[in-house]
């Protein structure tokens, strides 16, 4: 009795932290795209990436949730040599899905792969701190040092995107440490991943990982066919939706629908401010002055943009940093209130003034403009719209043109033949390391005013000395210091209008336990290895 | 089908005189957005709802159908004329000239149509008004599209100028321009008068998609394009029929432009 007593109550606990999750079963769900490559180092698309974060072992994990660096393969880290140098200690006793050992040889195996510039990895750039060989040192026990270089900062949370390859293995890539392999591919059709036998990580009690046996990820571009197909359950989620696909789930099953909060991409408008652009040098003065940018910014209902646009499922962005990057966002700022009062009064101190409801500038030139978004995108679209008529609310005349996104980038990049430019910036990286390329003023992604040789601007040159300055450093605290101040210059002088940011939304069938949908990619399948099918559907499966 | 003539005569009518008296019938501007009240269903004060950013989707229907069925005709006229001009030219001068335009003709019906739109519409400045957006987009589909007509009408006019009563007009003196233009044209206006007709639904067609891609006529102007373009997602348009009006009365005017040709008005 005693005994079956404490089994009931084991249970009970273990079950309650869902523990005791049902093994087995088929998780399916949709890919938007063909993974362009199965080699985790070549992964730069979606759907290579989510093959690369189901399929591949990595030294260390951000998790998603905590936003926290945790060991994987590697039980321990330290970065020293002023942030040149990474040293990791390795599991032992692990193998790749084909039963092949793993060891340093493997890790040192996938940096030089990586840095190899005849292979042009995407994930190797992030590491391309200066020119120079990067070495890697096996060690005894288990160890391995990679220096590089020149310092990197934010070294340790890079590796998250190293999926380890194994040097000996026959089946190259296929060989994997993650909790799933490759099992099959049907071009263009489907993949189905397998669960790797050898996959190290176990669950408290002390069963293998991950519960589910394999995935079936369905190649579909069609939203509404995928919408379609959750709703009868032949797909266990979506991991990314848009606000009116979400209100849809919503209606049908509120259960369904999982609205993570602000995620890390942001919707954005700047002025052109290049000196040579083709337009004229009134206008020029306009998108110049630190008024009229922050009038304009004034004048803009961004709570209006959530609720309408987004269906309240965006929030005011406030700065270059979404909130939901808990430890880099700057906490002192808000977002930029709407308050057209004080916008004319910072307009009338460049020399506008407001005449029968048009605004004119000093040489009485009426103040109209156009902005350029991609054509296609109806969230930008309607944001525009909106826009519009906030800005004519202090007597702006603006004109929206969609353009294809060729004919934008072109005219963004090279020809420099446009006034403003609503676009949305894709966030995945928490470190504003990332962001360098944008920040920086010889930058070719400084989107205002691109590739300068000397900041055109002293707030732009305080920028790039504030950039260098947390990127040279490895206490995160001093970083932070300098990344705030950051922050605080672009919420001044606003090159970039930032708009909103747009909610995490998904969708995940009752079917799939432990799911947590967060707001870092991938928002559903972040713990794959700790999801499971109920009992019913991993039976039918 | 002489009923089906009248009718269809009589609803395109009804639907212009709408449209032209938008001003009066409109209960709001087609750009005011009532922003507490976006995705209306339809109540008194709007007819047909609201759409996403809150505007009148009665006045955006009534200023749109206006937009496209002014400008459609407008634009197919265009073409017409320019058919007329090429291909007329052509059958009646003959010889290596015909083979140089029809050459030309057939390159431009090779030309990726859609392409050509988008990459014209990249090239346009961009300072301009929403009004003077569709001006430019209906004036470039009338630029672009008298190929297909002029090769007709091409074929038509070396019929006609090898015909009996043109020999009798040359043999009394008559030639050059005069002929072109006293004889000639007035038996071509059946075939340029069924190929103006074929053409407004073809454009009104155009601009939709167009529209569809994001590429029609800029905001806040409504047009048929700019109105379909709600209908992109259908299992969220399912629950709100009424969003099908503007739909239903594109289907309505389309077919009804066909049928106002008679039988044999229409081009073999």
Partial sequence: ?541 | MKWARAAAIVFLLAVSAMCLLANVIAPASYAHQFRDDPNASPSRQHLLGTDDLGRDRFARLLYGTRVSLLLAPAAALLTSLLAAFIGGTAGFVGGWVERCVMAGTDLFLSLPWLFLLITVRALLPLNVSPMVSVLITFAMLGCLGWAGAARIICADARALAQSDFILRARASGSDGFRLLWRHLMPNLKPVLYAQFWISVPVFILTEANLGILGLGVAEPLPSWGSLLRELESFSTTSAQVWQLVPLILFIFVVSSFHLVLTKEELPV
């Fill in chain 1, 1 to 541: 009795m005693k005994k079956f007593l404490a089994f009931s109550i084991l249970s009970i606990a273990l079950g309650s932290n869902g523990l005791l999750a049902q093994t087995g079963g088929e998780l399916h769900f949709c890919l938007r795209s063909e993974p362009k490559t199965l080699n985790p180092l070549m992964a730069a698309d979606d759907a290579s990436e989510t093959i690369r974060y189901l399929t591949g072992g990595v030294l260390v994990r951000v998790n998603r949730l905590t936003q926290d660096l945790e060991p994987e393969l590697a039980t321990s880290w330290k970065v020293t040599n002023g942030g040149k140098t990474i040293t990791f200690q390795l599991r032992d006793g692990l193998r790749f899905s084909d039963g092949t050992p793993f060891s340093a040889d493997d890790v040192a195996y996938t940096m030089q792969q990586l840095m190899d510039p005849a292979l042009h990895s995407p994930t190797g750039d992030a590491f391309r701190s200066s020119d120079g060989k990067v070495e890697t040192q096996v060690l005894p026990k288990d160890r391995i040092r990679i220096t590089f270089p020149a310092p990197i900062a934010g070294l340790d949370r890079l590796f998250d995107q190293v999926a380890i390859m194994s040097a000996k293995s026959p089946q190259k890539e296929i060989a994997v440490l993650g909790p799933y392999y490759v099992g099959e591919n049907k071009a263009g059709s489907y993949l189905i991943l397998k669960r790797n036998p050898n996959y190290w990580e176990k669950d408290p009690a002390g069963r293998p990982l991950p519960y589910i046996e394999s995935v079936r990820l369905d190649i579909q571009q069609n939203r509404d066919i995928e919408m379609l197909r959750l709703t009868r359950g032949e797909i266990h989620f979506i991991n990314s939706l848009d606000a009116e696909y979400f209100d849809k789930v919503v209606a049908q099953d509120p259960s369904m629908a999982h609205d993570a909060g602000a995620s890390l991409d942001s919707e954005e408008m700047w002025f052109n401010q290049v000196a040579s652009a083709p337009l004229p040098s009134y206008k020029k003065a306009w998108f110049t002055s630190t008024n009229f940018r922050r009038a304009i910014s004034e004048s803009i209902n961004r709570e209006d943009i959530a609720r309408i646009v987004f269906r309240g499922h965006a929030r005011p962005a406030v700065g270059p940093v979404s909130p939901a990057n808990k430890f880099w966002f700057n906490a002192k700022l808000q977002a930029h209130p709407f308050d057209q009062k004080s916008a004319l009064q910072m307009l009338a101190q460049d020399g506008f003034r407001l005449q029968d409801n048009v605004l004119r500038d000093h040489d009485g030139h009426a103040v109209e403009f156009s902005v350029i978004t991609n054509s296609g995108n109806k969230y930008r679209e309607r944001m525009a719209t909106m826009i519009q008529q906030d800005l004519s609310g202090i007597g702006i005349k603006l004109n929206v043109v969609t353009l294809d996104f060729p004919s934008l980038i072109e005219r963004i990049t090279q020809t420099f033949d446009y006034e403003a430019c609503l676009l949305g910036l894709v966030n995945d990286e928490l470190d504003p390391n990332a962001q360098m390329t944008v920040w920086l003023s010889s930058a070719d992604s400084h989107q205002w005013n691109p590739s300068q040789k000397t900041p055109a601007t002293t707030w732009e040159a305080e920028i790039d000395k504030l950039m260098r300055a947390q990127a040279s450093t490895l206490d995160p605290k001093k970083r932070k210091e300098d990344f705030d101040k950051v922050q605080e210059i672009a919420w001044q002088q606003e090159p970039f209008i930032y708009l909103v940011n747009k909610n995490a939304l998904s969708a995940v069938s009752p079917a799939v336990h432990n799911a947590h949908p967060v707001v870092l990619r991938p928002q559903v399948y972040w713990n794959i290895d700790q999801l499971s099918l109920t009992s019913e559907v991993a039976r039918n499966r």
